[in-house]
């Protein structure tokens, strides 16, 4: 797919032209062409992804007004790049140069929550935290929560495939998508999948939506479904003398055919990070603290269970919480480490490599001996149940060669990762970010059956061009 | 899609050929070529579905065989339907007229189990049962079990997505399939996904091919998530005075936010027909027969919760097995369902209408409904806890009248299943049985979209032509 360069000779001009196009289906205040605002909309949260300036901004408010920007801008010509929050960490949602930044947020209404059929029927621009809380009032719940969770949209959520801390019990937000109604880069709307249980009805065109970035089409619509809500989760906190012994304590309980519904794992660099932002009195001395949790009818017995075989893995402490608000402590630790990280040294490259969770102490020791390699401080948080690893490389991004340094160290990273017989991106996506690595990860063959796939729903390459490939 | 035709003018001279190309890369006895062998493989178990006459059946051992039927077949434009053990019900397995059968049965091997890992890495034509009982003997579960899982082989549950007893808690094949290695129509390898428990990289062609009858690839290697064993599930019987009082207690059930390993429906019709098959004493007066299971560590007071809210919706009985034995001859009565049917009158339709389960009430009166108006006899199981419901046309071949109002009947309860919102398959596939209601079902734009996909994978219409749509 060859990246669409926009209009540039007379950029006032088709600006002009552009927005007037726009404005025929879409009010004035969902037109947005000042260039200091425009500019705001240009990035998502990935360091060293280029972005490019958008001609306009537009936030459509139903789905008739988001055809009608499809098909101005097949018309024109002009690429599309549709954004949600903007969390994400792959610079998917990053600009591309003369764009239409087509921002889904103004598409906010969850449209149906039904407790028999077990699905919510949402909007693209719901808050993944407004969902989970509007269903927790039925008693259900919808698992997928990326630490952005807060503040990530569903929309976003889907076009990245996102994961999150309860992934290793409850799977990812491919298994909650169940249909979609996606406007295509014509401007034609077509829906997929379904809003029952099952259904094999042709290929499965849901799914290939989920974790596209936006390539293939923009999801107005989503049925998602839904579990009932479980108990409580109570968690225990296991502080270990080597990163090794923590992750054999991983596969011990993974082996063991326990199902914890989290299982992650700080390093002492994240650790110590948490601290020093939030001074919330973890170990410091550990080399790696593992949180395991259950969310069974009886957590304790579990987490006993669990405790023993962290200690036969040669854990130092284990600590159960004793109730819900000393769980929530330790979750509140671990959803600080990113940002608890990136207060180190001002800047972050989060990776995402994930692999088999019985090569995960390989995984760990390899980041520490590229550490090492490179002079950087590299803070891995994972979640260790899925052997999914955000080995987080602090630096100083006004100091070149530093930057240099953790752009390779980044990279080395992401190889160790294939070495194991992982992959490059467990949830975070490829975006822009790691455009190179997906076609040493997948090889020519799929890169070229990838690239057919974007061909069919998108002959011009008008949609989120030059990402993933 | 248009179909591919075969030569046909000098059939025993392109046979000769074909033949002999596809002898320099396989073995004399993994090419069959006499009529009367061959002909026995152009069938699966779908009633009403054409098929062809295969010009050549193979049975390759390895990929490498695999790759060289497929570059003989783009060589010699000559069609091919991918095969597992044929038990499929929607002719997707049916030969075309001049057509390589390409049987992956011999290539049945299981090559890795991996417990911390919880993965299984097998060759297409394993059988269902016989992964199951291998991956048990290490405390591990392969969910998906379709009723006739003691023949059926993995490959084929990839083609058809297959689904079983087991979805309503579990889910469908589909949510088991983490990678595959494919041959594409050229011959040309490539893998898809993963091994890892995560993973977005790229276009998730992987849930692509599950489902696609073998119309864009060959599947020759996949690898599956593992759960861990759990305990042996408990069962309930509890009898009903309608079907709608039985489907009123599924939503009840669904609603209280229970999670059964299985919640399945025998209306009075398929309860008969069990009982004159195989003599198992259920209670015939019922009109409805709902069973319940839990495989949690206590099932019986999940059941005790179940069987109330079963009585309060109206149940004239409610009897939880007393032990495993129980249990399991209740789920044997619920597996010889469609083999009781089909003797009622010596041959059925079995269709396979999913709806909303909300909708299950107004499913089960439409099908009666539908019985009476064309004096048909039409039993009914369903996995009701997923809202699929297999309505069984029972008539006699022999009688062109009463088969043809088979077939209308059939049509009719698809109508009725897209009316109240589900689909037209819920697990067993389109094939040919189905492929114009696919068209009624997703539309003109979503079926230029499949269309468009198939001919990115197929450009010569070679795999499986004629299927799906």
Same mark, same amino acid.
Not at 27 to 33: D, I
Not at 279 to 287: A, K, Q, R, S, V
């Given at each position: 797919m060859s990246r669409i360069e926009a209009p540039r000779d007379e950029d006032t001009e088709t600006t002009g032209s552009l927005r007037d196009r726009l404005l025929t289906g879409l009010?004035?205040?969902? /037109?947005?062409?000042d260039p200091d605002v425009t500019a705001?909309?240009?990035?998502?949260?990935?360091?060293f992804c280029d972005a490019g300036t958008p001609a306009v901004v537009v936030l459509p408010r139903t789905v008739e007004q988001v055809q009608h920007v499809m098909r101005v801008a097949t018309e024109l010509r002009v690429p599309v790049v549709p954004q949600g929050?903007?969390? &994400?960490?792959? *610079?998917?949602?990053n600009a591309s140069d &003369?764009?239409? =930044?087509?921002?889904? =947020?103004?598409?906010? !209404?969850?449209l149906e929550i039904n407790p028999v059929d077990r699905i919510a029927v949402v909007e693209p621009g719901v808050v993944n935290a407004a969902l989970s809380r509007a269903v927790g009032e039925h008693g259900l719940y919808y698992p997928p929560?990326?630490?952005?969770w807060e503040t990530c949209t569903i929309g976003g959520n889907i076009g990245t495939a996102s994961g999150g801390?309860?992934?290793?019990?409850?799977? /990812?937000?491919a298994e909650y998508v169940l249909g979609l109604d996606v406007v295509l880069a014509d401007g034609r709307l077509m829906s997929t999948g379904? !809003?029952?249980?099952? $259904? /094999?009805? $042709?290929?499965d065109l849901t799914r290939l939506f989920v974790g596209s970035e936006g390539s293939l089409g923009i999801v107005v619509r989503a049925v998602l479904a839904l579990k009932p809500q479980p108990p409580a989760q109570l968690v225990l906190a296991a502080e270990f003398a080597s990163a090794r012994a923590a992750c054999d304590a991983v596969c011990r309980i993974m082996e063991g055919g326990h199902v914890p519904s989290l299982l992650e794992l700080m390093d002492r660099t994240t650790v110590k990070a948490v601290n020093d932002l939030a001074?919330? &009195?973890?170990?410091?001395?550990?080399?790696a603290l593992l949180l395991a949790a259950f969310d069974t009818h009886d957590p304790a017995a579990d987490l006993a269970l669990v405790g023993a075989l962290c200690e036969a893995a040669g854990a130092t402490q284990v600590v159960p919480a004793e109730d819900a608000a000393e769980s929530e402590l330790l979750l509140q630790a671990r959803r600080l480490s990113l940002t608890a990280l990136e207060a180190v040294k001002g800047t972050t490259m989060i990776d995402d490599v994930c692999v088999p969770r019985s090569r995960l102490g390989d995984m760990l020791d390899g980041i520490e001996r590229v550490a090492e390699k490179y002079a950087l401080t590299i803070g891995v948080c994972a979640h260790a149940g899925d052997g999914n690893t955000h080995p987080t490389v602090c630096f100083d991004a006004a100091d070149p060669d530093e930057s240099r340094r953790a752009r390779e160290s980044f990279d080395e990273i992401m190889a160790l990762g294939l070495e194991l017989g *992982?992959?490059?991106? &467990?949830?975070? $996506?490829? *975006? /822009?970010?790691?455009k190179e690595w997906l076609a040493r990860e997948i090889g020519p063959v799929g890169l070229e059956m990838q690239r057919a796939i974007k061909t069919a729903f998108d002959p011009l390459g008008l949609l989120n061009p030059g990402k993933l490939f």
């Open positions: 009010p004035a205040e969902a /037109v947005l062409t705001s909309y240009a990035n998502d949260m990935a360091s929050a903007r969390t &994400g960490l792959s *610079g998917a949602a &003369g764009c239409v =930044v087509l921002s889904l =947020v103004k598409m906010d !209404r969850i929560d990326p630490s952005s801390l309860c992934c290793v019990k409850y799977g /990812v937000t379904r !809003r029952t249980a099952k $259904g /094999v009805a $042709g290929y001074h919330m &009195g973890l170990p410091e001395t550990t080399e *992982g992959t490059i991106t &467990g949830e975070h $996506g490829v *975006g /822009v970010l790691k």
